[in-house]
């Protein structure tokens, strides 16, 4: 069974960065995906940044796209969120998970694998 764990969260002013780390342990299979979420206390999870670990193919919901990466190091078993030029509404609790094949993405967030989260707070 894998376990996801997320680091890499804090706080920081509206511009700044932040890269986020999540590790897996146990056997990960590279025909799936791997998404970040994100959730705010009395609003719907997001669905942020995704990719394929074998192709790594990427995806980005919009409100994030030229600010933040994500990207995959297998020899680690690790997945990375650079977040770039932050701003107080990406402030949120952010989670990474996984599931079989194509189902835990940014269009279907059907993950059977959570991590714990990591929260992220951005100020103004």
């Known amino acids: 069974q894998v376990q996801l764990v997320e680091s890499g969260g804090g706080s920081v002013q509206a511009g700044g960065s932040l890269r986020l780390s999540c590790t897996a342990s146990?056997?990960?299979?590279?025909?799936?995906?791997i998404t970040w979420f994100r959730q705010t206390p009395g609003k719907e999870r997001e669905g942020v940044a995704s990719i394929h670990l074998r192709y790594s193919f990427t995806y980005y919901v919009d409100s994030v796209k030229g600010r933040f990466t994500i990207s995959r190091d297998m020899a680690k078993n690790t997945v990375y969120l650079q977040m770039n030029s932050l701003k107080p509404e990406d402030t949120a609790m952010y989670y990474c998970a996984t599931g079989a094949w194509d189902r835990c993405t940014l269009s279907s967030d059907d993950c059977s694998v959570w991590g714990q989260g990591t929260q992220v707070t951005v100020s103004s």
């Open positions: 146990g056997h990960l299979d590279s025909r799936t995906y």
